[in-house]
């Protein structure tokens, strides 16, 4: 991002502002191409955190041991349950617990939320799931859920392997 402030002649980048901070650096085209392969291949969903790196919009991990961040994260694995059985009709899922998320702050604010549900339609089986949940910011102002799909194997690397997203958006 640059900026061009008024009687100033050349522009500002925005590590002038970080000037003293040693620990904060732009991507490298390293961290760069292991970030892009990683949110291709999971969707956003399993991307490992990039410590000092600053940059606009990237999906980071987001610790749901905060009480603060797992309540959000509750909040809009509801979000993206209602959505869907509002979608299909009858109450189908039934939120158990969130196992993890992901968020990324650009215009708005991304959830990448991975939780657990009853299927109801399926003899109560608790499976996986995973929803895309926008809100504005400030952060929980008109929830959406984006996108939602069975998450049916949950395995580092290998991408997502299982049913279709039902809807997209994200």
Known sequence: ??????????????FDFFDG??????????EDRRYSEQV??????EVDPFPGVVAFGLIQPWDI?????????????????????????TPQLKFVRVLK????????????VTFEAKDLADGGQTKIYQAVV???????????????????????????????WNWKGH
């Open 65 to 89: 041991n905060v009480p603060d961040n797992a309540r959000r994260c509750i909040l809009y694995s509801h979000n993206a349950i209602d959505t869907y059985n509002t979608k299909y009709g």
């Open 40 to 45: 291709k291949s999971s969707g956003g969903f």
């Open 21 to 30: 901070f040693s620990v904060l650096h732009r991507m490298t085209e390293d």
């Open 134 to 164: 926008r809100c504005q910011i400030p952060i929980d102002v008109n929830i959406s859920t984006l996108s939602f799909r069975e998450c049916v194997q949950l395995v580092r690397g290998s991408g997502f392997h299982g049913k279709k």
């Open 1 to 14: 991002m640059t900026i061009l402030p008024k009687n100033i002649k050349k522009q500002v980048d925005l």
């Open 101 to 112: 998320a992901m968020c990324q702050g650009c215009d708005v604010f991304r959830c990448y």
